[in-house]
């Protein structure tokens, strides 16, 4: 983490942890999980899509995610269409992290 503090130990309270890459991220429940790991200058995207891609719309799913160990909850439908599409298998634990809202601990990795 950027800061030298977690944010759970400035705030008082248990948050969920993103490990991804060899490393582990702190975050507000219900945020976006693309939006994390960029704030934390870590991407889900790979190679050109770092710079193509369509800033979290899940018109290019580009930010697809295999969740390892957490929960994967339910899918949007524009996220089931898009995934069905794309160059992932759509099985539950793939998402796109523009869509994903995080609620508990979770470890993920590229599909």
């Known amino acids: 983490m ?16 993103i490990s991804y890459d ?3 991220y702190e975050c507000e429940e219900g945020e976006r999980l693309r939006d994390v790991l960029l704030e934390n200058g870590a991407s889900p995207h790979t190679g050109i899509t770092n ?8 018109t290019c799913g580009t930010c697809a995610v295999r969740i390892t160990d957490g929960q994967t909850g339910e899918a949007t439908g524009i996220e089931r269409t898009r995934l069905s599409v794309a160059r ?3 099985s539950a634990s793939v ?3 523009c869509q994903y809202e995080v ?3 979770m470890t993920i990795e590229q599909p």
């Open 103 to 105: 609620e508990t601990d």
């Open 88 to 90: 992932h298998d759509d």
């Open 2 to 17: 950027r800061n030298e503090l977690k944010r759970s130990e400035l705030v008082g309270t248990s948050m969920p942890t």
């Open 51 to 58: 710079q193509l891609n369509c800033n979290g719309h899940a």
């Open 22 to 24: 060899g490393e582990t």
């Open 95 to 97: 998402r796109l992290a």
